[in-house]
Each structure stands twice: as C-alpha cells, then as structure tokens.
C-alpha cells in the first residue's frame, strides 16, 4: 500500500477521536479542528520514518500536545483570574452547564496539567503511556495529576454538583 493511501485511510479512521483530543486541549472546536490539520499535516511529512505503525495514536497525540504548546506560547501569556467566573445557572441545560464549568476549569489549569489530566482520564492512559508520550517521567506524571486535581477539587464551580467526582487515591 503507497504512503499516500496509507496515511488517508488512517486519518479516515482516526480523525474522530483525535478531534475530541485536540478539543479537549484547546476548549474550543475552531481551534482544535486547526491543531488536528496541523499535527496530522506535521505526522504526513514524518510518515515514512514512523516504523511502529501500532504507536500512530501516541505519535500524533505527542504532536497534538507539543504543537498545542507551541500555539499556546506564540498566542498568549497565562491569564490569571482575581475570581473564578460566576458559576452558571442551573435550568433545562444542566448538562451543558456542568460542560462549560469543566472546560472553564480545565482551562484555568497550567498546559502540562491540563495535557496530563486529559490524556489521563479522558484518553484513559496509563502514568506510563502518559509519561511516555509527553517525554517526562512517571513520577512527574504523578505529581502533576495530584496538583491539577487538587486545583480541580477547590474550583467552586465544580464542588457543588454532584456530577463531578474527580478521581481519588493519587499521590505524588
């Protein structure tokens, strides 16, 4: 099969759930769609030096992460806030209300924590895969979950619904 037909049919295939992963890191479908181009336009020009055909999803989520970093510091510098937003209304879109507080929440946290907790326990990766992938250790994996999570559990519009139950037992 030719490089080309190769690489089409695996982003046929994977494009998908790589655009929920460029979502969750950016928070907003515009910018993810342009993060997926790019790290799939970026994994078409290594194509030919990628061996492990199996590591495909790993290769790309790293060039997700990495270019998504590469953007964050060519946009803007960290914003801080005096206060967390005001905590949306509960009504008929609950649901969409309580998807709004996670994505302000998560975007509140630093770009190492939020990479980790998405590839944690949205793509469902192990410490390893996640340390893995980002080129850091297990233990800094570990460490930076224990963090996020605990920025996570003290953000007041996450605490009070009973939705959110963030996981529990991580220790640095």
Known sequence: MGMDKAFEEYVVARSAALLRTAYLLTGNRADAEDLLQTALAK????????RDRDALDGYVRRTLVNTQTSFWRRKRPESLYDAPP????????ADADL?????????RLGRRQRAIVVLRYYEDLSEAETASLLGISVGTVKSTTSRALVVLRQDTSLRDDPRTTLPTGVTA
């Open 43 to 50: 994994t078409y020009l290594a194509w030919d030096r990628i």
């Open 86 to 93: 005001e905590r949306p209304s509960r009504d008929a879109h």
């Open 99 to 107: 998807h709004d507080a996670l994505w302000t929440a998560l975007g």
